[in-house]
């Protein structure tokens, strides 16, 4: 197998220390053209549209990015064939969800011994839409401080972002904002299985 | 409990920023004082909230840059080479006869797609086994009823199920997953009645769900005439913040489709 690159490596760092450079290495990643077409490509030749290998890019970018920031992926092989792997992952189960496979034989069988079987957490619609709750009684102001908060954006440039006319100032509004939303869990009373 | 008092360790905690010592001291603090725990807990669900809305973030800007690759693509569209064809009229005739012949193929497979068992299996999600808790049969006494929800036992599901009493802090969580198992072993009647306990119960995890799954209830049973059926549907669409407001509306239309036999 090849081994990850440069490139990946710097990728990989990029999205690790969060910040704009990790939004630089999401559109690196986004403009891989070849990529992209590789993915639409394999929905298109089992039962889906071009619409919706573009989904699955996307998505896959996202799962991606996760992976990544909680040290899911280190960096075990190439940046573009795990992308790629977690895209046909996520378009499986997705045939699954639509059932758009009519017998079984038509899933594609993912290969437990392929290095690149992704790490996925499929997360229930119902707990998304728990946090999704959550997430509109907390409001979009303090969503997006909490938000460049952990994906490591520094007080500095949370207060530029946001407009706020210090970065203590920024720091206070994210403690303010992270109770708040703490407060509104604990409201709710409600139970999660992790 | 004042979560303020506990935020700012657990969060040094969380994102790994305690010396080794004071680490450990904190784990063994949380091992021993339930508040900690509790505000831990929430810090955690809050932490699984703001990822959300990353993803969230995330999704919306892979959305714009594939917004301005396709208006580049418009600003400079591909010309395309004009031929010009002599007209035949047996092809025109043969051509119109193959469009027809296609169209009404067409309309009698889409239509298959808008019959009550497609409905009700486009929009009926079986809980996954992931998101049914577990625990010990000890301090969960519907865990045999989950543990043969996975392995497809249904019957034996709404056995364990049917036996929580009405009194039990459990019993509108236990009415909800009966009516899944009541469902999978077509037992409508069965399923109807579950669900409707389970929205009229004091547990607003399961409320809207359960109200949704009811109506498809009544779409597996083929009773879309049923007037409870129509209320409930109208009910939920009457609410544009409930959970399942969408697919209520996208299934009352399909209802209404002309392609419904």
């Known amino acids: 197998m090849n081994s990850i690159t440069d490139i990946d490596q710097q990728l990989l760092e990029s999205i690790r220390q969060g910040g704009t450079a990790r939004q630089a290495a999401l559109r690196k990643i986004y403009d891989d053209r070849e990529l992209q077409r590789m993915v639409i490509a394999y929905v298109r030749n089992h039962r889906g549209d071009a619409t ?5 890019f996307h998505e896959g970018i996202i799962v991606l ?6 040290g899911k992926f280190r960096g075990e092989a190439p940046l573009k064939g795990y992308l790629y792997s977690i895209c046909r992952f996520l378009w499986m189960n997705q045939m699954r969800k639509l059932s758009r496979a009519t017998t079984v034989a038509e899933v594609p069988v993912q290969d437990d011994t392929d290095p690149l079987t992704p ?18 009684e907390l409001g979009d102001r303090c969503r997006q401080i909490l938000e460049l908060w952990k994906l490591s954006y520094s007080m500095e440039e949370i207060a530029d972002s946001l407009g706020f006319s210090s970065a203590d100032m920024a720091r206070k509004a994210k403690y303010r904002c992270h109770l708040s939303l703490l407060e509104i869990v604990q409201k709710r009373k409600m139970t999660f299985d992790f | ?16 920023q305690m010396p080794e010592a004071e680490r450990a001291d904190f784990e063994a603090e949380l091992a021993s004082n339930a508040e900690l725990r509790q505000a831990y807990d929430l810090f955690q669900w809050g932490d699984a909230a703001i990822e959300q809305g990353i ?12 917004a301005e690759g396709t208006a580049v693509l418009s600003a400079n569209p591909p010309r395309a080479k004009v031929v010009e064809m002599r007209p035949n009229w047996s092809r025109w005739a043969v051509a119109a006869s193959v469009i027809l012949l296609a169209g009404f193929l067409l309309f009698r497979s889409a239509g298959a797609g808008y019959t009550d068992t497609a409905l009700f299996a486009a929009n009926y999600d079986l809980p996954p086994a992931a998101t049914i808790r577990s625990g010990s049969a000890t301090e969960n006494f519907l865990e045999p009823g989950f543990k043969a929800m996975k392995t497809n036992d249904f019957q034996k599901a709404a056995d364990v199920f049917q036996g929580v009493p009405a009194n039990s802090t459990r ?14 072993l ?3 009647d069965l399923a109807i009645t579950a669900f409707q306990t389970a929205a009229q119960g004091n547990e ?3 409320t809207e769900k359960a109200q949704w799954n009811l109506v498809l209830t009544y779409l597996a049973a083929s009773r879309t005439k049923d007037q409870n059926f129509k209320s409930r549907l109208e009910n939920i669409i009457a609410h544009p913040e409930h959970s399942y407001h969408q697919n209520a509306v996208a299934l009352q239309q399909k209802l209404g489709s002309v392609f419904r036999r």
Do not use: C, P
Not at chain 2, 171 to 184: R, S, V
């Open chain 1, 52 to 56: 919706e290998g573009q989904d699955m």
């Open chain 1, 65 to 70: 990015d996760r992976n990544i920031r909680e």
């Open chain 1, 119 to 136: 790490e996925i957490q499929l997360v229930a619609q119902e707990q998304k839409d728990l946090l999704n709750r959550l997430l509109s």
């Open chain 2, 1 to 16: 409990m004042e979560i303020g008092f506990y935020i700012e360790r657990i969060e040094r905690y969380a994102q790994g």
């Open chain 2, 55 to 66: 993803e969230q973030s995330l999704r919306q800007q892979l959305q714009e840059w594939a």
């Open chain 2, 171 to 184: 019993y509108t969580e236990a009415q909800f997953y009966l009516g899944h198992a009541a469902m999978q």
């Open chain 2, 186 to 188: 077509n037992n409508y």
């Open chain 2, 204 to 206: 607003f995890k399961f």
